[in-house]
């Protein structure tokens, strides 16, 4: 009976998000919303194999071949949405405009569809070291609805690396209005990735970085211009004064 606690809550979750009607049928960027979108492209992936990693990553190689990858988890099983519709509300308030949207991270896309659905006319990027996941469920990702004006830019992407030329190179000039750090989640490639992408931030950028509950503080420090707020494993960096006022 030790593992009736945990059955109970995966069915409690499992009937919470069958319940949930189609994305469209609420207001793009609610928590409801959020929720539904990831369900409805696809949700939650367990184990997906981890074909490639980067040679200066510190776990072990026993545990890397051991472990599979998850995603699609992000608006309900982290719990996320809430934070995330609070904080993307300036955003929201011009969602048809053109900008640019960075994921960090992306496995099988789900994420990238997400941003697709809720900014239909942003540019995506989605980088991570093996893109193949996100590649092979592209087309189930727009059958569900993701991408309707156009695919996703997926490039191979290191964490661990200077990237500054290659993102110069990508972004031909152009800044990021929201990015999103889904990676490797330690505390080096998080400060080794925004230290690349610091030159390429538009004037008021939002930044998220997920599952890390210890990096804020080391951000904070190594920017202390920066606003950076965080919720439970949830980083959120904003240069937007005005915005960090409103969502204290």
């Given amino acids: 009976m030790r593992n009736a606690p945990i059955r109970f809550r995966?069915?409690?979750?499992?009937?919470?998000?069958?319940?949930?009607?189609?994305?469209?049928?609420y207001?793009?960027?609610s928590v409801r919303f959020l929720e539904a979108i990831e369900r409805d492209l696809g949700g939650l992936s367990v184990d997906v194999e981890r074909k490639r990693i980067s040679s200066f990553d510190t776990h072990t190689k026993k545990y890397l071949a051991g472990v599979g990858m998850t995603g699609g988890d992000r608006m309900f099983y982290h719990g996320y949405a809430k934070h995330y519709s609070k904080w993307l509300q300036e955003l929201?308030?011009?969602r048809t405009r053109i900008m640019v949207i960075v994921e960090i991270g992306i496995l099988k896309g789900t994420g990238l569809g997400i941003w697709s659905v809720l900014?239909?006319?942003?540019?995506?990027?989605?980088?991570?070291?093996?893109?193949?996941?996100?590649?092979?469920?592209?087309?189930?990702?727009?059958?569900?609805?993701?991408?309707?004006?156009?695919d996703p830019e997926l490039y191979e992407f290191d964490q661990f690396l200077d990237n500054k030329s290659l993102l110069k190179t990508i972004l031909n000039g152009q800044k990021i209005s929201l990015i999103i750090d889904d990676g490797e989640h330690s505390s080096a490639a998080v400060i080794k990735t925004l230290e690349s992408v610091v030159g390429h931030l538009d004037r008021e950028f939002l930044y998220f970085v997920e599952d890390n509950r210890h990096v804020a503080s080391e951000i904070r420090h190594v920017y202390p211009d920066w606003e950076v707020k965080s919720k439970d494993q949830l980083t959120i960096i904003s240069q937007n004064k005005r915005r960090v006022s409103v969502l204290k």
Avoid: T
């Fill in 119 to 150: 900014f239909p006319n942003a540019r995506i990027i989605g980088l991570d070291i093996d893109v193949n996941h996100a590649k092979e469920n592209l087309s189930n990702l727009k059958d569900r609805g993701a991408f309707v004006n156009s």
């Fill in 10 to 25: 995966m069915r409690f979750r499992q009937n919470y998000l069958l319940r949930l009607k189609a994305a469209h049928d």
């Fill in 92 to 94: 929201l308030k011009s």
């Fill in 27 to 29: 207001f793009p960027g």
